[in-house]
C-alpha cells in the first residue's frame, strides 16, 4: 500500500462524500458489495465520525492504519474508529461484512460501560484462533446486522443498535492488548485535540454555539482548532459541526414523524425556513422530501 497524496479523503462512507450522504444509522454490506468494483483495494481514507468493524469470514486481506500493516486471514476482523486512515487489500473473492456505526450511536449503546468504549478509540485486530466459540458469536452478529441493514421489520432500529453494541463488546474483549492506533505525521499531536473537539459537538450541537466556545472547552484558540481539524480531518471546525447537524437531522427526519420545525429547535435553528435551507444546500434536497425517500426506502 504506497502512501496516499495529501489530502487523505474523508467520506461518509467509501467513496461517499460526506456532504453527499451521512449515514442516518447504522450500515451493514458485504465486503465485495464495495470493493469488488474497486479491483478488491480500498485506498487509504479516514471517517470523522464513524467506528467500523470489517470481519473476514473467508478468504484474507492487508489491514493498513497509518502506516502499520496486517495480515487478516479468516476468521479475522479489523476495527477502524473514527480520524484513523486506513485501507485494505483484499484478495480476489473475499467474503465477509463491513459494519459502520456513527459515534453517537455507539455511545449510546456502550452508556452503562465507558471503559470499554474508550477501549474502543484505536485501531486493533482479532486473529486467529479463539477460546471456546468466540469466532461464531463475531459471525452471528456481523450475519444479523447485515440482515437486519437489508430487510424492514419492526424494530429493525433497535436491533441494529443492540446488535453493533454486542460487536463492539465483542471486540474490545478480544482485540490486541497491546494495539497501537497507528498515527503518525505531522498531525499525530492533533488528533487529540480533535476527538475532544468532537465530543464536544456531540454535548452541543442542538445549539448555535459561537465556535471561540468549542475552543475553550478543548482548552485552545481558535485558531489552533482550526489548524487541528483541517490536518485531521480536511475540514473546517463549522463543517465538522454542520455533519453532526445533518447526521441527526437525517435521522430524526427517517425514523419519526416530527414536524420540521419541531425538528429545526432540536438542532438550534431558529426556525423550519432556516433549517430547510441548510439541509437542502448540504443535502441537495429539502427535508419533507429527504423524508419522502426515507419512507420508501431502508435507510442507514
Known sequence: MSPPSLPIPVYALYGEAEGQRLPAG?????????????????APHRHSHLFQALFVAE???VAGAEGRQVALAAPALAWVPPLVVHAYDFAPGTVGVVVSVPAPLLRSGLALAPAVLQRLGAFGTVAGALPGDGWEEARFLCRTLLRDHQTVAAGREASLSARAALLALWVSRHAD???EDGRNG????????????LEAVEGGYGQMRPLPDYAREVGVSPSHLARACRAVT???????????RLVEGKRLLAYTALPVGQIALRLGFEDAAYFSRFFKVHVGTSPLSFRRLAD????A
Open 26 to 42: 447504522i450500515h451493514a454490506e458485504t465486503i465485495s458489495s464495495r470493493s469488488s468494483g474497486l479491483d478488491w483495494r480500498i
Open 59 to 61: 478468504g484474507h486481506a
Open 177 to 179: 492488548a497491546g494495539r
Open 186 to 197: 505531522d498531525a499525530s499531536s492533533l488528533v487529540p485535540i480533535v476527538r475532544r473537539f
Open 234 to 244: 480536511g475540514r473546517s471546525p463549522s463543517r465538522l459541526v454542520h455533519d453532526r
Open 296 to 299: 420508501r426506502t431502508p435507510q
